[in-house]
């Protein structure tokens, strides 16, 4: 077994821990602390802020949205301060694992947005404020949080080197993929004019 001074397995550590980070379910968190019921029986029946939203309460998903972008972005900080660049960029992506597939739940997580975003703000922060830009241009114009979320990942893959991060690319592909992947039934339901908009249960 190599020792964990070793580059592997300081690059595995790291991936462990973003992953730990990544899957702490916050909305499910909050919402039981705040008394607002379990959100598998509430709306879609994710675990993430926009869902939260649909219990009423603004302060729990303002919340969630803040601590599931916050850890994405202490994975990355930690691991870029401990390991460096590799082990940043490793840690963001299992961060994002960690929040769409928790081992805790029955790998039964959310869709990742907010810690899609949190990682890009700590990893290259003009990538990241172009991308919440982006979400917020997309979902102030169809009222539909999901294109906003669409809008982000695919946008993060031109942001990404125009901005002057093109080593990110590597990165940038499964993490754009996991969030777009992940909304593959929102995607159906934007086609068909199904899909909720903003503030309606």
Not at 124 to 133: D, I, K, Q, R, T
Not at 158 to 183: C, D, E, K, N, Q
Request: hydrophobic fraction near 55%; glycine fraction near 14%; charge should be positive.
């Amino acid at each position: 077994m190599p020792a964990l001074t070793t580059p592997e397995a300081q690059l595995l550590l790291w991936a462990v821990i973003g992953y730990g980070l990544g899957s702490i379910p916050f909305g499910m968190i909050l919402a039981r602390a705040m008394g607002l019921g379990n959100l598998r029986e509430i709306g879609s029946g994710n675990i993430g802020a926009t869902n939260v939203l649909r219990t009423g309460n603004r302060t729990a998903a303002a919340l969630t949205l803040a601590l599931d972008g916050a850890k994405g972005a202490l994975a990355v900080l930690l691991a870029r301060g401990f390991a460096g660049e590799d082990a940043a960029q490793l840690a963001g992506l299992a961060a994002l694992l960690g929040h769409c597939f928790p081992l805790w739940l029955g790998f039964r997580g959310g869709k990742g947005v907010a810690t899609f975003l949190g990682v890009w703000l700590a990893l290259a922060w003009p990538v990241g404020l172009a991308c919440c830009l982006t979400w917020a241009a997309a979902a102030a114009a169809t009222r539909i949080s999901s294109a906003g979320a669409l809008a982000a990942a695919a946008g993060s893959l031109l942001w990404a080197p125009l901005l002057g991060f093109g080593s990110t690319l590597a990165l940038a592909v499964p993490l754009a993929g996991l969030v777009i992947w992940r909304h593959r039934a929102n995607i159906a339901r934007i086609r068909a004019g199904t899909e909720p908009r903003i503030g309606r249960k």
